[in-house]
C-alpha cells in the first residue's frame, strides 16, 4: 500500500473509531445522567429501574436514528462523494453529543442524541466505502478489518475519559459529572476537518459518478436482491447480538459491584470506586476480545471464506452469551467473560467493512452497504428496548437482566438457520 492509502485508511479509522465514542458515551453516564434528569435519588431503587429502562429506549432510538443516517447519507455519499460526507456526518454526530451535555430534561437528552445518531449512521457508510475503492484488491480484507479495530479503539477512549471524568477522588458532583462526558463528545469535530483537508474523492468513485447515478430501488431488483438479501441477514443477527450485550455492560458490571460491595460490607465511598473500576474492567475485556476477534476475520475471510467465517463466530457468540450470564460465578470472574463475549459479537464486526462493500459495485457501494447495515438497526433496536423493559420490572434488577441477556443466546442459532442466504464473496474483485 502506499503512503497516501494508508492515510485514507487512518481517516476512516479516525472517522468510525470516535463515530463509535460518541455512540456509546450514554452508556457509561446512564446509572447517573438517568436519575439525574428525572430527578430522582442516585442508587435508590427506582433510580436503577428508570435507567434500565431508559438505556433500553434510548439504545433503540440511537439505532433507529442511525440506521436512518446510513440510509440517507449512504445515498448522499454516492451522489456527492465519501470525503464530503465524511466531513458532514462527523461534524453532525460530534455536535449532537455535545448538546447532550446541556440537556435540561430527558426528553431534549432524546433530541440530541437522535441528531448525533443520524451523523453516526452515515459515516460508516462513506468510510467503508472509501476504504474498499482506495486500497488495492489484494489488501481488502486486511484493510477492511483494520477499519474496524477503531470500534475496540473509540470503546477504550470512551471508557477511560468516562472513568477520568467521573472518577470519586477528584469530588466532582456526580449528577453534574456526566455533562464534561457529553463535552468530550466535540473531539471529533477536529478531527473531520483535517480529514477532508487530507483526503480527496477516490477515482474510482468519480469515474463511476460520471456515467450514471444510483437508484435505491436496484437493490430490490433481479441484479442486486440476493446480494442485499445476504447482507442484510447477516447485519441484522449481528448487530441484535451486539447492542442488546453492550447496552448494559455498565448497567450489569455496576450491579455485580454493588452485589460485591454489600457482602464485603463496603461504605458509599469505597462502593462508588468499586463500581467505577468494575465498569472499567468490564468494558475493557470486551474490548480486548472485540479487537482480537476482529483481526482474526482477517485469515478466517481469506482461508476459509465468508460463509464459513459467520457461521464459527455465530456459534462462539451463542457459547459466550450462555456462558457469561447463563452460568453461576463469581461477580467478578463474570467481568472477565466479557472477552469471550467481545471476541465473538464484538469480533465478526470486523467483516462488515470488507463483505458489504464488495457486495455491490461502485455507483452503488454506500448506497448498498449503508442500507444492509444501517437498516438492520430497526430491527435490532427491539433488542435492547426489550432488555431494558423487562429487567426493569423486576425488584432484583441485576438478576433480571442477567436472566434476559441470557435469552439473546437464541439470535445467533437463528443466524445460522440463515446460512443459505449468503452470499461468498471470497476471490472476488470489487464490481466497478
Request: charged share 15%.
Amino acid at each position: 500500500m502506499t503512503g497516501y492509502q494508508w492515510v485514507v485508511l487512518f481517516a476512516a479509522w479516525v472517522g468510525w473509531g470516535f463515530d463509535v465514542f460518541d455512540g456509546l458515551l450514554f452508556n457509561y453516564v446512564a446509572p447517573t445522567c438517568v436519575p439525574t434528569l428525572l430527578g430522582l435519588r442516585l442508587d435508590s431503587p427506582e433510580a436503577k429501574s428508570a435507567t434500565l429502562q431508559w438505556t433500553g429506549i434510548l439504545t433503540s432510538l440511537l439505532l433507529i436514528g442511525w440506521a436512518v443516517g446510513g440510509l440517507v447519507f449512504g445515498r448522499v455519499a454516492d451522489k456527492i462523494g465519501r470525503t464530503k460526507t465524511l466531513l458532514i456526518t462527523m461534524s453532525m454526530y460530534a455536535l449532537g453529543t455535545a448538546l447532550c451535555a446541556a440537556a435540561p430534561n430527558i426528553f431534549a437528552l432524546v433530541l440530541f442524541r437522535i441528531i448525533a445518531s443520524l451523523g453516526i449512521g452515515g459515516e460508516w457508510a462513506a468510510g467503508a466505502a472509501m476504504v474498499a475503492e482506495v486500497v488495492p484488491e489484494k489488501r481488502r480484507v486486511e484493510a477492511g478489518a483494520l477499519l474496524y479495530t477503531s470500534a475496540p479503539a473509540g470503546l477504550f477512549l470512551a471508557t477511560f475519559l468516562t472513568k477520568l471524568i467521573q472518577d470519586p477522588t477528584r469530588h466532582l458532583d456526580p449528577t453534574v459529572a456526566w455533562r464534561y462526558v457529553f463535552l468530550t463528545g466535540l473531539i471529533p469535530a477536529v478531527a473531520a476537518f483535517i480529514v477532508r483537508v487530507f483526503v480527496k474523492e477516490p477515482e474510482r468513485w468519480k469515474q463511476a459518478v460520471e456515467t450514471t447515478q444510483a437508484k435505491i430501488s436496484e437493490l430490490f431488483g433481479p441484479k442486486y436482491l440476493r446480494l442485499t438479501i445476504s447482507g442484510f441477514a447477516m447485519a441484522v443477527v449481528s448487530l441484535i447480538m451486539w447492542w442488546s450485550v453492550n447496552a448494559f455492560i455498565p448497567v450489569v458490571s455496576t450491579g455485580l459491584a454493588q452485589a460485591a460491595a454489600k457482602t464485603q460490607g463496603l461504605p458509599k465511598a469505597e462502593t462508588a470506586a468499586l463500581v467505577n473500576a468494575w465498569k472499567a474492567t468490564a468494558t475493557n475485556w470486551f474490548n480486548i476480545g472485540g479487537l482480537i476477534g476482529t483481526l482474526l476475520t482477517i485469515p478466517v475471510a481469506k482461508y476459509l471464506g465468508r460463509k464459513p467465517m459467520f457461521i464459527i463466530y455465530f456459534i462462539g457468540a451463542a457459547i459466550a452469551i450462555y456462558a457469561t450470564f447463563g452460568t453461576t460465578m463469581p461477580e467478578h470472574s463474570r467481568l472477565f467473560m466479557y472477552f469471550f463475549i467481545g471476541l465473538t459479537i464484538f469480533g465478526v464486526f470486523g467483516s462488515f467493512t470488507f463483505y458489504l462493500p464488495e457486495l455491490f459495485p461502485t455507483r452503488l457501494r454506500a448506497t448498498g452497504a449503508g442500507f444492509t447495515y444501517n437498516t438492520g438497526r430497526i430491527i435490532a433496536a427491539g433488542g435492547p428496548f426489550l432488555v431494558g423493559s423487562i429487567a426493569s420490572q423486576k425488584q432484583d434488577s441485576l438478576a433480571a437482566a442477567l436472566h434476559v441477556l441470557t435469552l439473546v443466546g437464541i439470535i445467533p442459532i437463528l443466524g445460522l438457520l440463515l446460512m443459505p442466504l449468503v452470499i461468498e464473496t471470497k476471490g472476488r474483485e470489487l464490481m466497478d
